[in-house]
């Protein structure tokens, strides 16, 4: 079965839509991974789980090593690729949740970015994880066997409610279960302005001002985010953008730089370097070299098909409830 369609383009980055079964909401495949090709999916959420083995995931800013039980969360829109970190086996559930379908997971147009990290994790949420992996494993199964479960769309909706709820991007500094939903509206409400209008001039006080706040304490909350300073939100948002121009055009790095709203390259330099933690020139080239490995391997994916898949998902979710037990 082909799960995703490919865009053709001349560029290093090309989008992947999943195509998900009629009615669900969700589709996994269970691979074993070389190398992918840089990709990124317009609304869907992917979730990593790496079931055996370890691989190397770089996912927009970020670059971790995945091991064995752990799971990682790739947002809408954001780059990302695969390569094996050891040489050795592994095996992976590649699982996506389609974000389209439900107005929860969009705030102003734009999408819900998460961070459901193995690699970050607080007390409060270890239990939220086991719940993630407990239903994304069952949905697998219930794929891989063509099963009409009834109780899918219900394990799909809770799925959505428990990433939502624990492992959303206002609770990356959130060191215990209780949210206040204003101030993640609030959270929100900034983040998504600096999204829409990133090619503008923003500063702190009309922004502020336009929502209603005193200038002192719009500072101050923003110190409690993942951010940390309204600088710091502006930049990130700008070299977002600015990854997608550098890994879909030929664009030198100063015409992107102005594009995205920078009034001048080295500062997007010195911005991109801050989060992304290399240049911007390093950034397209890791990619290029991403690109040309997956090109000169004819064996970068292997796809389980759904028959083996099954047996070996069942397999691991009994493996896996043992180790859950025991653990307690």
């Given at each position: 079965?082909?799960?995703?369609?490919?865009?053709?383009?001349?560029?290093?980055?090309?989008e992947?839509?999943?195509?998900?079964?009629?009615?669900?909401?969700?589709?996994?495949?269970?691979?074993?991974?070389?190398?992918?090709?840089p990709?990124?999916?317009?609304?869907?959420?992917?979730?990593?789980?790496?079931?055996?083995?370890?691989v190397?995931?770089?996912?927009?800013?970020?670059?971790v090593?995945?091991?064995?039980?752990?799971?990682?969360?790739?947002?809408a829109?954001?780059?990302?690729?695969?390569?094996?970190?050891?040489?050795?086996?592994?095996l992976?559930?590649?699982?996506?949740?389609?974000?389209?379908?439900?107005?929860?997971?969009?705030?102003?147009?734009?999408?819900?970015?998460?961070?459901?990290?193995?690699?970050?994790?607080?007390?409060?949420?270890?239990e939220?994880?086991?719940?993630?992996?407990?239903?994304?494993?069952a949905?697998?199964?219930?794929?891989?066997?063509?099963?009409?479960?009834p109780?899918?769309?219900?394990?799909?909706?809770?799925?959505?409610?428990?990433l939502?709820?624990?492992?959303?991007?206002?609770?990356?500094?959130?060191?215990d279960?209780?949210?206040?939903?204003?101030?993640?509206?609030?959270?929100?409400?900034?983040?998504?302005?600096?999204?829409?209008?990133?090619?503008?001039?923003?500063?702190?006080?009309?922004?502020a001002?336009?929502?209603?706040?005193?200038?002192?304490?719009?500072s101050?909350?923003?110190?409690?985010?993942?951010?940390?300073?309204?600088?710091?939100?502006?930049?990130?948002?700008?070299?977002?953008?600015a990854?997608?121009?550098?890994?879909?055009?030929?664009?030198?790095?100063?015409?992107?730089?102005?594009?995205?709203?920078?009034?001048?390259?080295?500062y997007?330099?010195?911005?991109?370097?801050?989060?992304w933690?290399c240049?911007?020139?390093?950034a397209?080239?890791?990619?290029?070299?991403?690109f040309?490995?997956?090109?000169?391997?004819?064996?970068s994916?292997?796809?389980?098909?759904?028959?083996?898949?099954?047996?070996?998902?069942?397999?691991?979710?009994?493996?896996?409830?043992?180790?859950?037990?025991f653990?307690?």
């Amino acid at each position: 079965m082909i799960l995703y369609h490919r865009t053709m383009k001349k560029n290093l980055v090309r989008e992947e839509k999943v195509i998900y079964r009629e009615g669900f909401l969700s589709e996994s495949r269970l691979c074993r991974i070389s190398h992918t090709l840089p990709h990124f999916h317009k609304t869907s959420l992917e979730l990593v789980y790496c079931l055996r083995g370890c691989v190397f995931l770089v996912t927009g800013e970020q670059k971790v090593t995945l091991t064995e039980d752990c799971v990682f969360s790739v947002d809408a829109n954001e780059i990302h690729y695969i390569s094996n970190a050891s040489g050795e086996d592994n095996l992976l559930l590649i699982f996506h949740l389609d974000l389209s379908r439900s107005d929860s997971c969009f705030i102003n147009g734009e999408p819900v970015m998460f961070t459901c990290e193995g690699t970050h994790l607080f007390p409060y949420q270890q239990e939220a994880m086991n719940s993630v992996k407990d239903i994304i494993l069952a949905l697998a199964a219930s794929q891989f066997g063509n099963k009409d479960n009834p109780g899918r769309k219900a394990s799909e909706t809770r799925l959505k409610d428990i990433l939502l709820k624990y492992f959303d991007w206002y609770n990356y500094n959130n060191h215990d279960e209780y949210i206040n939903p204003e101030l993640r509206d609030r959270f929100y409400s900034l983040f998504t302005y600096c999204m829409k209008n990133y090619r503008s001039k923003i500063s702190a006080s009309d922004l502020a001002e336009r929502e209603h706040l005193n200038y002192n304490y719009f500072s101050q909350f923003l110190t409690t985010t993942v951010f940390k300073s309204f600088s710091s939100m502006v930049k990130y948002v700008r070299c977002f953008r600015a990854h997608h121009l550098l890994l879909e055009t030929d664009l030198p790095n100063c015409e992107i730089a102005y594009s995205v709203g920078f009034s001048d390259p080295k500062y997007f330099y010195h911005a991109f370097r801050q989060w992304w933690d290399c240049s911007p020139k390093d950034a397209r080239n890791s990619c290029t070299k991403q690109f040309h490995n997956v090109l000169n391997n004819d064996k970068s994916i292997e796809i389980i098909d759904d028959f083996n898949a099954l047996e070996i998902i069942e397999k691991y979710i009994t493996e896996w409830h043992i180790k859950k037990i025991f653990s307690y």
